[in-house]
C-alpha cells in the first residue's frame, strides 16, 4: 500500500491519501477520521450500560465499588468496562458529571435572585439533602490524596461560591466564611449522615444548626 502525505507547496499537509493496490481501491480522507470513528451500536449499547450499572452503584455505595462489581451488574465483561473507562476514576466522572452539571446549572440561576440569602440557603439545604441520600455527590465533592475527580466539581464550587458572596453581601451568611470553608462543612454533614444511616431526622436537624451557625448576627 502506497501512503502519500500530500505536502504542499507551502509546507503543510493537506488530507492523507491512502491508495489500495487493487485497481480502483482509494480512499481519501484524515488521520481523525480513523481515530475519531463514532461507536459502533453494539458498543454503544455496552458503555450505556456500563454507566447505567456504575450511576446506581456509586449512588448507593459511592466510588470504592471495584470495576469488576461494575461488570458483573452490567452484565459485561471487565475488559469492556476497561476499553470504555480505563480507570475507576474517569468512569466515576463519566457517572456524576450529570448530575453535578444539573446542581450546577440550578447554582447559576439562582445567582441573580432578588434575595440573595434566601437562596444561597434554599440551595445548600437541596445540596445536603441530595448528598444525604447519594454517596457518590458526597465523594463527587471530595478532593483530596487526587483519588477523586476534581473537574467534576469545580463548576459547581465556583457557582456555591458566587451565591455565597451574593449572601454575604446582602448581609445574610458571616463574612468570614469562605466557599472551601461551605464545602468542608458540607462534607461533614455527608459523612456524619452516611455514617448514621437512613435518618432524616438527624440530616434536618444539622442543617438547622449549621445553617444558623452560618448566617450573620
Known amino acids: 500500500m502506497e501512503v502519500d502525505t ?7 499537509l ?28 453494539d458498543a454503544r449499547r455496552n458503555r450505556e450500560r456500563v454507566l447505567a450499572a456504575a450511576q446506581e452503584a456509586f ?33 466515576f466522572e463519566a457517572a456524576i458529571l ?6 450546577t446549572a440550578h447554582a447559576r440561576e439562582l445567582t ?5 440569602g434566601a437562596v444561597f440557603f434554599e440551595f445548600l439545604e437541596r445540596l445536603v439533602l441530595g448528598g444525604s441520600l ?4 458526597a465523594d463527587a465533592l471530595r478532593t483530596g490524596g487526587g483519588e477523586y475527580p476534581r473537574t467534576v466539581s469545580d463548576d459547581l464550587k465556583e457557582a456555591l461560591g ?9 448581609g445574610a451568611v458571616r463574612p468570614e466564611i469562605t466557599v472551601d470553608d461551605l464545602l468542608a462543612i458540607i462534607k461533614g454533614v455527608f459523612l456524619a449522615v452516611h455514617e448514621a444511616g ?20
Open 134 to 137: 447519594k454517596r457518590d455527590l
Open 59 to 91: 449512588a448507593a455505595e459511592g466510588i470504592s465499588v471495584p470495576l469488576d462489581e461494575i461488570a458483573r451488574r452490567a452484565g459485561v465483561g471487565a475488559g469492556t468496562v476497561y476499553r470504555h473507562f480505563p480507570t475507576k476514576e474517569a468512569l
Open 198 to 217: 437512613a435518618d432524616p431526622g438527624l440530616r434536618d436537624r444539622t442543617f438547622a444548626v449549621i445553617a444558623d451557625g452560618l448566617r450573620a448576627r
Open 14 to 41: 493537506d488530507p492523507v491519501n491512502i491508495r489500495g493496490d487493487r485497481p480502483g481501491c482509494q480512499w481519501v480522507g484524515r488521520l481523525s477520521d480513523v481515530t475519531n470513528r463514532p461507536l459502533r451500536a
Open 98 to 103: 450529570d448530575q453535578v452539571e444539573k446542581i
Open 6 to 12: 500530500g505536502a504542499s507547496k507551502n509546507g503543510t
Open 162 to 170: 458566587i451565591l455565597l458572596s451574593r449572601a454575604q453581601q446582602a
Open 112 to 116: 441573580g435572585a432578588e434575595d440573595p
